[in-house]
């Protein structure tokens, strides 16, 4: 039977010691509690009432765990395309260093698409792909039950994604999974906050995941407002500080990092070093270590950043 989302969100069975995953999915840029969270949606959260949206999909591991939840699920008999992938399947600079790491060859620039096609031929008639940039890609709007957002990266991403999707949120239904949120990116955090009022946060920090479901249509003015990112500088400092506020101390680590980041970017040097200080000076998270060396090197990203002029490439277009 299906279970509703108080029980599901309680229960957390992706938190489960020991668990093991229900398939073999592919490689991938996930953590071991998030990768399961997926199937654990789409096999017991999900209804049919709209489609799963899988928005930065890479070789296919959030494609085959929701693949493989929903053929799990009793509740929707007809599996075919409910879940819309979404990438460039080009390899970035990460991407490529990742499976080089894993002793695969690969270079920035390469096509993977092949790649997700072979790695998630098993779940592929649950699948409808979309190739290309998001940033330009046209997708007939419908009803979203399940929006898993791994393709934020940049501000511009962060806006094109409450264009495209949010304002096909089903209320009192959708899940959304923001797995940029703690990711040290400010806007991601900023516009969850922002949007705050309209959902009920249902998992704050699953590996870097934070997850909440819609519980109130999204006024047309707060949508466009967040599209265009049109905040001011003390709007978005104050939003990310309640962003912050919200966590419990041992969750607020990459949160605090975007903050140094943002005061940086607004032209506060002094601060930003300041906020800093206070992460380089604190214990690492000991929550989900999805690798251990992951903190270290985002420390030292920022320290970079705050070295360098700021970018104007990195701030919002209004
Ligand atoms: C962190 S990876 C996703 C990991 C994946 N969800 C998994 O299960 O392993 C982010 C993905 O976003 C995609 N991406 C980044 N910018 C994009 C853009 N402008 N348009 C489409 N995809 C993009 C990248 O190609 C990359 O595969």
Known sequence: MTSSFPDLFSRRPWRTPGRELPCQPPTGMLGPHETLMLYDLAHEAYTGAGCIVDAGCYLGRSAVMFGTGLAANPAVADKAGRIHCFDLFTLGPHG????????????????VRAVF???????????????GDLMQTVWPPQPIEVLFVDIAKTPQLCQRVVDLFFGNLLPGKSIVIQQDYHHGLACVPIVVEFL???????DARTDFSHTSHCIAPIPADAFRRAVRYDFSEREQLDLMQRAIDRLPDELRHYLGLAQAQLLHQLGRPDEARRAARVWQ??????????DPSNWPRRLQQLDEALARPVDSSDSHSA
């Open 117 to 131: 096609d072979e790695n998630t031929a098993a779940v592929a008639d649950s699948l409808v792909v979309y190739e």
């Open 281 to 290: 000076q604190a214990s690492p998270p000991n929550t989900s270590p999805v």
């Open 96 to 111: 490529a260093a990742m499976l080089q790491q894993r002793g695969q060859e690969a270079r920035a620039g390469d096509s």
């Open 196 to 202: 705050s009022p309209y959902f009920e946060v249902i």
